[in-house]
């Protein structure tokens, strides 16, 4: 069972280039999120959709979108990367009715 | 608002030695409690959760009790090991809620 699966694992930008995270669960989820994580602040919400064909801005939404493409996949768009989003983005995942939330492994994106 | 408060460390200790991170929470209402742990390099994993008031959440020698009147949910292990070194994040949902809440994390250093 793989759980929640996120690609790339790494990624260099240059600043102004665009890129797509990819998140894929295999639990059979209605929620997932995706979060950032910053050195002294935790996780941060940037979008979450609670069921396929729904999203909603979390904390800091600025500067991405999501699209819930199906039950089990959710990516995160950079439109035009700027050097304030390198940081660790991972995505996670919750049963309805469920409080506890799976995570991916993280993306480690650094923006030039 | 909902917000969680915990010890941002680093902690370093000695093998075999006692842990307590503390962590301090702000919600309305009854908020189900979780402590996540992040080893290096990986995604956070669910360590162990209270979901009411005096439930004891336990996993792997760690503890940590629901305090509701001191809107507590402190960590605790009696004998840390080197493996147990990695960052702890404390959070909070509410009931059924969508948007989790975490602490800015923990880095716990264990020393052989």
């Known amino acids: 069972n793989a759980g929640v699966t996120q690609t790339p694992k790494f990624q260099v930008l240059k600043t102004g280039q665009s890129m797509t995270l990819q998140c894929a669960q295999d639990?059979?989820?209605?929620?997932m999120y995706w979060y950032r994580q910053d050195p002294g602040m935790g996780l941060r919400l940037i979008y979450y959709?609670?069921?396929?064909?729904?999203?909603d801005k979390g904390e800091v939404p600025n500067g991405y979108n999501v699209s819930r493409l199906n039950k089990r996949e959710f990516s995160l768009r950079l439109e035009s990367a700027a050097p304030s989003q390198t940081s660790v983005y991972f995505c996670?995942?919750?049963?309805?009715?469920?409080?506890?939330?799976?995570f991916g492994p993280g993306t480690r994106l650094t923006v030039l | 608002g909902n917000s969680v408060t915990q010890m941002e460390g680093p902690v370093t200790l000695s093998e075999e030695a006692f842990l307590t991170i503390n962590c301090t929470y702000t919600a309305t209402g009854y908020p189900s409690l979780f402590w996540y742990v992040q080893y290096p390099g990986e995604g956070l994993q669910l360590l162990l959760k209270a979901t009411k008031a005096d439930d004891k959440g336990s996993n792997k020698g760690f503890e940590a009790t629901y305090r509701k009147e001191t809107t507590s949910f402190h960590l605790e292990k009696g004998s840390v090991q080197v493996s147990d070194s990695a960052v702890y994040f404390c959070?909070?949902?509410?009931?059924?809620?969508?948007?989790?809440?975490f602490g800015p994390g923990t880095r716990l250093s264990v020393l052989p």
């Open positions: 996670a995942s919750r049963a309805e009715k469920a409080d506890t939330q799976y």
């Open positions: 959709s609670a069921s396929e064909g729904t999203t």
């Open positions: 639990m059979n989820h209605n929620s």
């Open positions: 959070a909070l949902t509410p009931i059924y809620g969508q948007n989790f809440v």
